[in-house]
């Protein structure tokens, strides 16, 4: 596809139960983003991927999230032991090169619900 | 630290009028990009323009304008002849310079746009 996909759009989750939510980025992108968009925070950021280079995860709120990168194209983020305030919308994108001037392109997100 | 702030929380616009949406930035990078992104109710966040901070030139495409002034930090974002397909959030992001390298968004608080018949 021409765009970032994400996977799944929605998710309602029993609180204390563990999610995985996936993200493919456009193609040729070496830099992949997760941020995630919520009422009371608006958008956070969460994770950057550059290549195969360790990830920054400074944005990562708790030990409970984390995410991985697979052979520099698909990631996947997961929160184990979900909790009501991880409810939240959360977006994934990718640029051409991680680099400040370079946009990024996003996904429509996936709405996690924690019940 | 770095702030985008969005004062205006929601604007209600009739059609064919103009609007402007405000983004006040804070920064210590001398060296910076800002950006302009649109969310539509699909939640797709599209992105509508990027500024560098030595390019004060404002910017025209078609209805949408851009006004980037430094001495003022700000980077507001003009519709003229708002139409329906308008309504969305729209949001003004800073990029921020990661410790390992990299960059990063910071987001502004959006502004919800409403352009009705």
């Known amino acids: 596809g021409a765009g970032v996909s994400q996977s799944p759009s929605n998710k309602v989750t029993e609180k204390g139960k563990d999610v995985e939510l996936r993200c493919d980025p456009i193609s040729g992108h070496t830099a992949l983003y997760w941020y995630r968009q919520s009422l009371g925070q608006g958008l956070e950021f969460l994770i950057y991927?550059?290549?195969?280079?360790?990830?920054?995860k400074s944005g990562l709120p708790s030990d409970r999230f984390s995410a991985e990168r697979t052979g520099g194209s698909v990631s996947t983020l997961t929160i184990q032991r979900t909790q009501q305030e991880d409810s939240a919308v959360y977006l994934c994108a990718s640029s051409l090169d991680g680099r400040a001037r370079t946009e990024a392109f996003f996904g429509q997100g996936t709405r996690l619900t924690v019940v | 630290a770095q702030k985008v702030t969005q004062a205006q929380t929601e604007i209600s616009v009739v059609e064919k009028e103009d609007v402007t949406l405000d983004c006040v930035y804070e920064t210590r990078d001398t060296t910076y990009y800002l950006f302009w992104y649109k969310q539509p109710p699909s939640g797709e966040l599209v992105f509508l323009i990027r500024r560098n901070s030595f390019d004060e030139q404002n910017e025209i495409s078609g209805r949408y304008s851009w006004n980037f002034q430094k001495s003022t930090s700000s980077f507001n974002f003009t519709i003229t002849a708002s139409q329906v397909v308008d309504s969305a959030v729209y949001f003004c992001a800073l990029s921020e310079r990661l410790t390992g390298g990299g960059n990063k968004l910071t987001f502004g608080t959006g502004t919800q746009l409403k352009v009705e018949l």
């Open positions: 991927f550059q290549g195969n280079s360790a990830p920054d």
